[in-house]
């Protein structure tokens, strides 16, 4: 039965085969915190990864790191903002130039806000069209 949670293996050195049969993961936010952490257990599983931030530079850092992981499996890299109207397609775009079949999407990407929502930073008009 499925349980609606997804718990990869630690990451670790391995010499798995470049066989790319498990399906490619797709990665928001995943220059830093949890959403590097969730991609380095994916890549230690076997999935190639397509890794998405904003940052292209502390992205690349990220996907350097994972590269000398030294799976023999590919990390790809997209500078996007995920709120961008065309988000999307560019997301297409960069699997096909990858020529990576996605079948996973961990949409990690986003801010941590402390108490009530009404009362961050961003405003009241703000959140409501965020909601
Ligand atoms: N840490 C917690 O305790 C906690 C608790 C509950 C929920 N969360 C949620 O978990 C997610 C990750 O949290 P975290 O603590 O790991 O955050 P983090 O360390 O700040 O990392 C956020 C990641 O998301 C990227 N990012 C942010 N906005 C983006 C955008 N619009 N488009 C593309 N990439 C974007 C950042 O890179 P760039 O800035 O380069 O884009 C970075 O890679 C967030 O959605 C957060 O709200 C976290």
Redesign the pocket.
């Known amino acids: 039965m499925h349980t609606g949670s997804v718990t990869p293996p630690a990451p670790k050195a391995t010499s798995m085969a470049n066989d790319n049969t498990r399906p490619a993961v797709i990665v928001?936010?995943?220059?830093?915190?949890?959403?590097?952490a969730i991609a380095e257990r994916f890549l230690a599983a076997g999935h190639p990864l397509l890794l998405?931030?904003?940052?292209a530079a502390?992205?690349e850092v990220a996907a350097q790191a994972m590269r000398a992981i030294a799976t023999g499996l590919p990390v790809h890299t997209l500078a996007?903002?995920?709120?961008a109207a065309d988000a999307a397609e560019r997301i297409d775009a960069a699997l096909a130039r990858a020529g990576l079949a996605a079948g996973i999407l961990v949409n990690?990407?986003?801010?941590?806000?402390g108490g009530p929502l009404v009362d961050q930073e961003i405003g009241r008009a703000s959140c409501r069209e965020r909601v």
């Open positions: 928001t936010g995943a220059s830093a915190g949890i959403g590097r998405i931030a904003r940052d502390r992205l996007l903002d995920v709120t990690n990407a986003g801010i941590g806000l």
